[in-house]
Each structure stands twice: as structure tokens, then as C-alpha cells.
């Protein structure tokens, strides 16, 4: 017999929109404690998917999807299961389709996964020399092009991801290589 907790998490999953919002809202306040988060770890292998999958959805279940990633990728183990399963990818993806509403959240997620260096490894695209650098160039651009006018600025946690990167060889060599002008051609002289 499935316990409440194993319940719920098939619930993320559930084709029904309204049952779908509320377990993604209950397993986001699980993972603002630390007793929840770790109730959820032991069930890493399916909410983790399952949040993933969420973040595609519609703002209204794409958010508590994301906050939750974000509280659970403070686990460094959980952490490392996000990247392993691809989430920079995911998150990449989401973050630049033009209707994204998650653009902070799904940063702040990028920021705690290049903690690890098999995160900065994965975001810097090293194992795929066609793609290579991409998603960095992507950030980079639009971490210099937000607006100072805006006070909520989606990109204004990149610098942090920047830092992050930058504390592996292949992530300064790409940050300050000259041909792809990351850090010298978008930057605005001081």
C-alpha cells in the first residue's frame, strides 16, 4: 500500500490540472523544511522527473515546480541528481521560450546547480563540442543586455552562475576567450 507521501508525488503527474496544481504546491511548502526535504529525497528518483516535467506547464504550476527544485538543489546529493538527469538542459530550454514566466526562479535554479562541478561542467557544455559554451553565451548576453530600469531583472543572478563557472579552468578559458568576446564585447566600459 502506496504511503501519503508516494501518493502525492504521483500526483505531479497527474493529468488533471487542479490535482496537479495542488500536490506541486504541497511538495513546494515540503521542501521550505528541512524534515520535508528529506521526506522527499527518498523519492528523488520520481519527484525530481516529475518537478522537471512541471516547469513546461503554465505559470500557475510551472512556479511552485521551480521553487521546489530550487529548495531541494541545496542538497548537494539531490543537486548532483538534477544535473545527472539533465535539469540545466530543462532549465535552459524553459528559460529562453518566449513565454517563459519563470526566467528568476529557473536562474536562481542554474546558480545552485553550478555549485557542483559536474553542474558547471554540464552548463558549460564541455562534452559536446558542437554546442559547446552555448547556454554560457546565451546567459552572458542576457545578463548584459537587462535593463537597469527594471527592478525585478530575471538575469540578475547570473553573475553568480559567472562566479561559479569561473572557478574551473575550461569555465575562465571560455568566460575570457576572445574569439567568442563574452566578457569583453558586451561589456560596457567602466
Excluded at 36 to 65: D, F, H, I, N, R
Excluded at 83 to 88: A, C, L, P, T
Aim: proline content about 5%; glycine content about 4%.
Amino acid at each position: 500500500m502506496a504511503t501519503e507521501l508516494e501518493e502525492l508525488v504521483g500526483f505531479l503527474s497527474s493529468p488533471s490540472p487542479p490535482v496537479k496544481k495542488a500536490a506541486v504546491e504541497i511538495v513546494r511548502d515540503l521542501t521550505g523544511s528541512e524534515d520535508g526535504s528529506l521526506s522527499l529525497s527518498k523519492y528523488a528518483s520520481t519527484v525530481l522527473p516529475s518537478l522537471s516535467q512541471l516547469l513546461k506547464e503554465k505559470k500557475e504550476v510551472s512556479e511552485p515546480a521551480a521553487e521546489a527544485l530550487i529548495n531541494l538543489s541545496l542538497n548537494s546529493n539531490l543537486a548532483a541528481k538534477m544535473v545527472e538527469m539533465g535539469m540545466i538542459k530543462t532549465a535552459m530550454e524553459v528559460l529562453y521560450k518566449p513565454d517563459s514566466s519563470i526566467a528568476r526562479l529557473l536562474v536562481m535554479l542554474l546558480v545552485n546547480l553550478t555549485q557542483l562541478d559536474s553542474g558547471i561542467v554540464s552548463l558549460l557544455q564541455i562534452e559536446d563540442d558542437k554546442m559547446q559554451g552555448l547556454f554560457v553565451t546565451k546567459l552572458v548576453r542576457s545578463f548584459c543586455r537587462s535593463s537597469d530600469e527594471t527592478r525585478d531583472d530575471p538575469f540578475d543572478h547570473v553573475g553568480s552562475i559567472l562566479v561559479n563557472i569561473s572557478k574551473k579552468e575550461a569555465g575562465r578559458k571560455m568566460l575570457l576567450d576572445s574569439k567568442r568576446g563574452l566578457l569583453k564585447a558586451d561589456s560596457p566600459p567602466i
